[in-house]
C-alpha cells in the first residue's frame, strides 16, 4: 500500500497508429475514495485517457508512449487487463454495452465472473447494488436489451461495481440519458465514494453535473492537461463557464 494517490497517470502521451497523437503529458491522481472527473470539450482525450489508465489502448492500435501510470504505487503501464481488473481497477466504458439478450440480473452477475466469486458473494454483491438502484430490483428479470437507457446505464455500473473495484473508471455515464436520470446516478456514485471509500474517476462531458458532484476536477483540452483542482473552485470560475459555453479561447492556466 501507499500514503499517495491510488491511481496516478503521470505525464502520460498516447499515440494511435504510430502517428497520431492523442494525448500529450496528461496528469491526474485518483486518491482512495476520491470522486474526480475528468472533464473536456468532445475530442479532448477523456476516453483515451481511461482506456490508457485500463490498458484497453491495444485494441484501438493505440499506445501509451511516455509517461507512467501506477496503482497502488506500482508502475502498471502495461499490465495485463485481466490483471488490472483482478486488482481492483475496472472500466465501465461508454455506452452501456449490456449483454442485450441476458437478463439485468445474469448481466450483473458477469461483472463478478472475473474474480471467480462464490454464489454468495454474487447474492452479496447483487444486493448492494439493487440497494444503490432500486429500480433494478424491479426489472431484474427482463432482457438488459428491453429496459430503458438509465436502467442500462445502472446495469453497466453495476457490472462494473460487481467486480469489486478499488478505482471504478466511468466514461459518460450521462450520454443520453433524461437530467433527472442523470442526477439519480451521479447520487448514487456520490454515495459510493462517501460510504464504501471506492474512488472514481469518470470521464464527462457534462460539465455542470461533474463538477456539482465531484471533490477534484481534471480540465482536458487537446490531450493536455488544462486545469486541475477543487471541483467547486473550478465550477466558480468565469473562464471554465464561458469555456463550456464556448464563448472563451484556450485555458492555459494551471491551478493546484
Known sequence: MTSGPLLELDAVEVSYGGAIRALSGVSVAVPAGAF??????????????????????????????????SFEGEDVTHQPVHRLVRRGLVLAPEGRRCF???????????????RSSTRAEQREDLDKIYALFPRLTEVRRSPAGLVSGGEQQMV?????????PRVLLLDEPSMGLAP???????????RLTTESGLAILVAEQNAAIALRHADRAVVLENGRTALEGDAKALAARGDVKAFYLGRAPSIETRVA
Open 36 to 69: 474526480v472527473a475528468l472533464i473536456g470539450a468532445n475530442g479532448a482525450g477523456k476516453t483515451t485517457t481511461l482506456k490508457a489508465a485500463a490498458n484497453l489502448l491495444p485494441v484501438d492500435r493505440g499506445a501509451v508512449t511516455a509517461g507512467r501510470i
Open 180 to 190: 433527472l436520470v442523470v442526477e439519480h446516478i451521479f447520487r448514487a456514485l456520490k
Open 156 to 164: 453497466a455500473i453495476g457490472r462494473a461495481l460487481a467486480s469489486r
Open 100 to 114: 442485450r439478450s441476458l437478463t439485468v440480473e445474469e448481466n450483473l452477475i458477469t461483472g463478478a465472473l472475473g
